[in-house]
């Protein structure tokens, strides 16, 4: 046959129909989407498999620390415990929360936990004394500057915030990075790209030519013209990589989660024990400042309220687990760093089979023999003279731009944790894909909190990473006022071209 009829193919002697082409299209096409969804579920398997090793990881040091705090506390406290034991439970389950990605301000969870537990045990320790709310109002304020509990509850409030937000930060990467690319390689083809993709892959069927290969530089700049604004992902994409492997080391080094969360229990029985020991003290100070309590007709055997025998607390290590973790986290990121522009060789030399580039007997799209087009440079920018597939470079793809957002606000909150502030996260239950803002603590000011109302938060402005494609190295306030800039300047363009595009 002639091929007159032919619309994708070269027209030339054909053994192909109009209805033969035409399935032909709709094959290739549904295979490269097939191809593209199969590439990106190998990516999104690995991100996966990391953030579930972590968050295992994670979520076992809170439980055994839990779990280690209700086993030993029993018979070291008694009453001390037995009564407050909902105080101890309620901080494990904020701190479960907050590391989920619940809204909650970290600081302020630890703070009310400690002064609760301070009414809770002030009372406990004076059974003789009959003490109201007001008076515990009172004795909270007064006893606070006398530090009742030691040093304990400031140092775990830095040390605890730091890995906390560190850790929630680092495994939500992974989830955001895997939701990416799925969004991504959902992303269906273009009419230009599918005739391109059928001229690539079955245009020599018609021909006769079903054993030749296509060109590898033909295929090259088929792939690259249709994956042009997949291509555009990869500089945020490797600032997210990159940033996941600076907060892996502060998680298995100055932020170590394994010494903190693993001996949290350690350090509360070490803040009651101060408390005892301080008793009488604080007590004499309280009632200076507060008055003396009236004393209580109720008869109370105080025994069980002190301290019984002393029993050793343990914090099992497993930072040998934690390092094996990290290590294996950052060479895959290593690997992962390149996945959107190396995308188009991958799928040529691996699903499409393209010959080698030397090779003079390979399909070009027109015939047998040589490809002389050079090979177009990677993202929609670059496609402006691809010869094989038509790009309009001034429409980029509107589901890509808002993915290469969340890999900027995701790169964002790393740089944050990095520098242990705190960033404000959607609850789980949320879309992965929203954006978020916070707050900070930085060392000299934590414990000056603001209110817990949300409204009277002060916003903050957040730091990107430095952005040199070697991860993150600090912030100042030059550039957290740039970031700022930065990311309001590509909320209004973002706007701008969707209202531009339609």
Same mark, same amino acid.
């Given at each position: 046959v002639l091929g007159e009829h032919l619309r994708i193919c070269p027209?030339?002697?054909?053994?192909?129909?109009? !209805?033969?082409?035409?399935?032909?299209?709709? $094959?290739?096409?549904?295979? =490269?989407? %097939?191809?593209?969804?199969? #590439?990106?579920?190998?990516?999104?398997?690995?991100?996966?498999?990391?953030?579930?090793?972590?968050?295992?990881?994670?979520?076992?040091?809170?439980?055994?620390?839990?779990?280690?705090?209700?086993?030993?506390?029993?018979?070291?406290?008694?009453?001390?415990?037995?009564?407050?034991?909902?105080?101890?439970?309620?901080?494990?389950?904020?701190?479960?929360?907050?590391?989920?990605?619940?809204?909650?301000?970290?600081?302020?969870?630890?703070?009310?936990?400690?002064?609760?537990?301070?009414?809770?045990?002030?009372?406990?320790?004076?059974?003789?004394?009959?003490?109201?709310?007001?008076?515990?109002?009172?004795?909270?304020?007064?006893?606070?500057?006398?530090?009742?509990?030691? !040093?304990?509850?400031?140092?775990?409030?830095? $040390?605890?915030?730091?890995? =906390?937000? %560190?850790?929630?930060?680092? #495994?939500?990467?992974?989830?955001?990075?895997s939701d990416v690319v799925k969004k991504v390689s959902q992303v269906s083809l273009s009419h230009e790209c599918t005739r391109a993709i059928m001229k690539l892959m079955y245009c020599p069927h018609c021909r006769g030519m079903s054993s030749v290969k296509p060109c590898n530089n033909y295929c090259l700049n088929v792939v690259k013209g249709c994956l042009a604004n997949q291509a555009d992902l990869n500089t945020e994409w490797k600032y997210l990589m990159d940033s996941l492997a600076v907060v892996a080391d502060r998680i298995d080094g100055p932020y170590n989660v394994d010494t903190v969360i693993g001996t949290i229990h350690m350090r509360i029985a070490e803040a009651i024990s101060n408390l005892q020991e301080n008793k009488d003290s604080l007590t004499a100070k309280v009632f200076q400042g507060c008055g003396n309590p009236k004393i209580s007709t109720k008869s109370s055997s105080s025994e069980d309220k002190k301290r019984r025998g002393k029993v050793p607390l343990e914090a099992k290590s497993s930072a040998q687990a934690l390092e094996m973790l990290v290590l294996d986290a950052k060479g895959n990121l290593t690997a992962l760093k390149t996945y959107w522009i190396t995308l188009p060789s991958n799928l040529c030399s691996k699903k499409v089979m393209a010959s080698s580039a030397a090779d003079d007997k390979c399909w070009n799209g027109m015939t047998k023999g040589s490809y002389l087009p050079e090979v177009m440079g990677d993202g929609l920018a670059n496609q402006i003279n691809n010869p094989e597939v038509e790009v309009d470079i001034t429409k980029p793809d509107m589901t890509i731009r808002q993915q290469i957002m969340q890999l900027k606000i995701m790169t964002n909150r790393l740089g944050n944790a990095n520098i242990g502030n705190d960033v404000d996260f959607q609850d789980a239950s949320d879309d992965m894909s929203g954006s978020g803002s916070g707050d900070s603590c930085p060392d000299d000011v934590c414990g000056k909190r603001l209110s817990k109302s949300p409204s009277t938060r002060q916003p903050e402005t957040h730091a990107i990473p430095k952005q040199s494609g070697h991860g993150i190295s600090g912030a100042s306030s030059r550039s957290s006022s740039s970031a700022f800039l930065l990311l309001l300047l590509l909320s209004v363009a973002f706007l701008a071209t969707q209202h531009w595009c339609r």
């Open positions: 027209q030339g002697y054909t053994c192909c129909t109009s !209805e033969m082409e035409e399935n032909f299209a709709n $094959k290739s096409r549904s295979e =490269f989407e %097939a191809m593209m969804k199969e #590439a990106g579920r190998s990516v999104q398997t690995t991100l996966t498999a990391q953030h579930r090793s972590f968050d295992s990881y994670f979520q076992d040091l809170l439980n055994k620390s839990e779990k280690a705090l209700y086993d030993a506390f029993p018979s070291m406290y008694g009453e001390l415990y037995t009564q407050n034991m909902k105080v101890f439970k309620d901080l494990y389950s904020e701190l479960r929360r907050y590391y989920r990605g619940s809204n909650i301000n970290l600081e302020e969870a630890l703070n009310e936990f400690w002064t609760r537990l301070l009414e809770r045990l002030f009372k406990l320790l004076n059974p003789q004394y009959h003490i109201t709310d007001e008076y515990l109002d009172c004795m909270v304020k007064h006893a606070e500057q006398h530090r009742p509990f030691g !040093e304990v509850p400031r140092d775990l409030k830095v $040390k605890a915030t730091r890995a =906390f937000i %560190a850790a929630r930060s680092y #495994a939500q990467g992974f989830l955001v990075g």
